[in-house]
């Protein structure tokens, strides 16, 4: 197995751990929204991830590549990774203890607008999907690919679920908030 996927594993797991020490530090919600297709869908969007650390560690497995295997392609893709992983924890850092995997509202929770999320309305799932591009690209291997298509339609998903809950939390606020900023992609989508 190349280092470099050894590498990017070690990336992913090292902020799957900030993820997971971080949670403990929130709030308590005092309204919470919780549907049987958000946990069905962060089923799916593990069973992904699954396939892609089990293609870093078993590359002949699934080994339609699509990308050459070379230095430039794999340095590419392991900035993007960590650029893409980073633009997510600073996300998660500007929501502070107001953060969840769920949509929730905390005591004192206001409309945060400011820090990535004046860039697009959903920068956790950003940098994550751009992550797992760089993942990829890196990789090189179709299925991996597949797996990041796979995963950015879920959060497209799960993030008009959650915007629901938002307006109707918010009100005009979060539906200028919509109008003015992209969801997921700054200035497209």
């Known amino acids: 197995m190349p280092a ?3 590498l990017f594993a070690l990336i992913w797991i090292v902020f799957y751990a900030y993820w997971i020490i971080s949670a403990w ?4 919600p005092i309204k919470r929204k919780q ?3 958000s ?3 962060y089923g799916v969007v593990w069973v992904a991830i699954w396939i892609i650390v089990m293609n870093l560690f078993l590359p002949d497995l699934l080994a339609e590549r699509i990308v050459p295997d070379s230095i ?3 340095l590419a893709g392991l900035l993007i990774t960590v650029a893409g992983l980073a633009f997510a924890i600073w996300a998660r850092v500007h929501l502070g203890k107001n953060w969840s995997g ?4 905390r005591e004192q929770h206001t409309l945060t607008r400011t820090g990535p999320y004046r860039y697009v309305r959903h920068p956790i799932y950003s940098g994550i999907v751009l992550g797992l591009l760089g993942t990829a690209i ?3 291997y179709l299925i991996v690919f597949l797996c990041v298509i796979l995963i950015f339609v879920l959060f ?3 993030s008009r679920m959650e915007e629901k809950f938002l307006e109707e939390e918010f009100g005009e606020e979060y539906a200028k908030y919509r109008r003015e900023v992209k969801a997921l992609i700054p200035y497209v989508l």
């Open 25 to 28: 530090q929130t709030r308590s």
């Open 72 to 74: 430039g392609y794999t």
């Open 39 to 41: 946990f069905l869908m």
């Open 4 to 6: 470099a996927y050894l």
């Open 138 to 140: 890196g990789i090189g």
């Open 156 to 158: 497209v998903i799960k």
């Open 102 to 105: 769920m949509p929730v509202i």
């Open 35 to 37: 549907s049987r297709l």
